[in-house]
């Protein structure tokens, strides 16, 4: 991208970058002030999509994810990413089915979210090529960090709902993440392709304007996560959550 961005691009992207810093940090306090989330490595993927969802990750988390008010007897050790799971916290009635695909989906994307803020410093650390292009090296990286904290973030989901531990867990979570997230990068890739090689060039993640196309690619992800979470759940392999 060139150092010349139109002033109105500029001031958008600093508008959606900031607003998804706001709207993680609503979701983080409201979660403290509320019951632990029934399966309680949700108490972390909700605020780390918002990063990129901004007020439409805040509508998610109030209409499918939020709980009832703390009481005494819920203190805050409780929330712990590898608590337990409590499924007497959530209070209401059950998601519906799609609502379920929307928090399995955003499970999913908790992991690549991650991927992405922390591979791009790491790869301007110590970058390689892939097929002879500094992009698709970065793009490895990304997909090999977000496999890694997708895969614990789903055996995180798993070993409390089936009460065992070991590798055999690891292995399925292995295989329930994998289709999932990889279904979350095609549309990452697919829009983070788009603006690198047909509209701007690569941006460093130095400029503001990486991280609203990194907010947008977030969102290319969900959409093409979704249908392949709703897949997996109709035929057995995940879980609804």
């Not at 609502?99 to 992991?111: E, F, K, M």
């Not at 991650?114 to 990286?141: K, M, N, Q, Y």
Request: proline share 6%; glycine share 8%; aromatic share 14%.
């Amino acid at each position: 991208m060139s150092e010349t961005v139109p002033a109105w691009f500029h001031l958008l992207s600093w508008l959606m970058v900031l607003l998804g810093l706001g709207s993680c940090i609503f979701v983080y306090v409201d979660l403290r002030r509320r019951q632990p989330q029934p399966m309680a490595i949700m108490q972390a993927v909700w605020p780390i999509n918002a990063l990129w969802a901004g007020v439409v990750g805040i509508w998610m988390y109030w209409n499918i994810g939020r709980t009832g008010p703390r009481t005494a007897t819920h203190n805050l050790g409780a929330s712990s990413a590898m608590a337990p799971m409590d499924m007497n916290a959530m209070d209401g009635p059950q998601r519906a089915f799609w609502q379920s695909i929307v928090a399995g989906t955003l499970h999913c994307g908790a992991g690549c979210s991650l991927a992405d803020l922390v591979g791009p410093v790491l790869f301007r650390a110590a970058p390689f090529l892939v097929l002879g292009s500094l992009v698709f090296g970065e793009w490895t990286l990304d997909y090999l960090i977000a496999l890694l904290i997708g895969v614990t973030f789903q055996y995180a989901a798993l070993s409390p709902m089936l009460q065992q531990k070991g590798p055999r867990i690891w292995w399925r979570a292995l295989k329930v993440d994998f289709l999932s997230l990889s279904a979350w990068q095609v549309g990452m890739y697919g829009w983070m392709a788009l603006v690198i090689f047909v509209w701007s060039g690569p941006i460093p993640p130095t400029r503001i304007e990486f991280w609203f196309m990194m907010q947008l690619a977030m969102a290319c992800g969900f959409f093409t996560a979704y249908p392949m979470n709703w897949w997996l759940v109709r035929i057995g392999i995940k879980t609804e959550m």
